[in-house]
């Protein structure tokens, strides 16, 4: 289920929640709704709204950190592979086809991460083709020199980086919002909207402002889904780092 259907979901509970507080109100007998436990029932939900609060804090924190994560290993990535071309261009003009392989798995790469349509994009784990040959291409090389001797162990030792640093980062991307965690707070939030609306009078400014109230609370399930998500949905990862690595490899 995508981010937009589950906040959808969860601004019909918090919503639909108010309104069964106003419906309620009507059907309880007016001793229930007395001074008295009204404010037993505000204790109760000031509770449950500062667990709400703290848990949705969390919830945003832990998002953002995926986000920025994702994002910082895309730059160093990118980064890494204009140095690892870098360093087999001064290797010499034994490595132009291990060079050639670096390129076409780069422009691979963009096509899956950012790929034109979505539906026929391959699973985010599956192996880039060449990516696998550039090792074998680059332990194959003969050095003459002591020179190309140092060159050839660290551009080995730099594949075998990018190798990490990929499966590091398909690990994060597999990474998201705990479902037990986003249904408890959905619960929470929803009781909280039953108060609401228990004790509201019924008149259109009141039903517009739980309106707006609970579609700012489904815009923020919204950001934290769609921050786990930064290679498909709205809050996207500019692809302007891998891009600017392959404009760099080849020269």
């Known amino acids: 289920m995508n981010s937009i259907a589950v906040s959808a979901i969860v601004f019909a509970c918090v919503f639909g929640g108010a309104m069964f507080g106003m419906l309620l109100r009507a059907l309880l007998p007016q001793e229930h709704l007395s001074g008295d436990s009204k404010d037993v029932v505000k204790l109760g939900m000031g509770l449950v709204a500062t667990m709400s609060a703290l848990l949705l804090g969390m919830m ?67 192996s880039v083709a060449g990516a696998e040959s550039l090792f074998e291409k680059i332990a194959a090389l003969t050095p003459k020199d002591d020179a190309q001797h140092m060159l050839k162990a660290q551009a080995l030792t730099m594949i075998i980086n990018l190798g990490q640093t990929r499966w590091l980062h398909y690990e994060n991307t597999a990474t998201t919002v705990s479902t037990p965690l986003l249904v408890v707070l959905v619960f929470w939030l929803s009781t909280i909207f039953v108060s609401f609306g228990l004790f509201a009078p019924r008149n259109p400014t009141v039903v517009v402002g ?36 392959l404009a760099q490899l080849g020269k």
Request: glycine letters at 4%.
């Open 60 to 126: 945003i924190s832990a998002s953002l950190a995926a986000y920025e994560a994702q994002r910082k290993e895309l730059t160093e990535t990118s980064a890494q592979i204009v140095l690892l071309d870098r360093v087999l261009a001064h290797y010499g003009p034994d490595t132009k086809e291990a060079r050639d392989v670096l390129r076409g798995a780069v422009i691979i790469m963009l096509d899956r991460m950012w790929p034109k349509n979505r539906a026929d994009s391959p699973p985010p784990g599956t």
């Open 210 to 245: 739980l309106l707006v109230a609970a579609f700012s609370v489904s815009c923020a399930i919204l950001m934290i889904l769609e921050l786990y998500s930064p290679y498909r949905g709205l809050i996207e990862i500019s692809s302007a780092p891998l891009r600017a690595a």
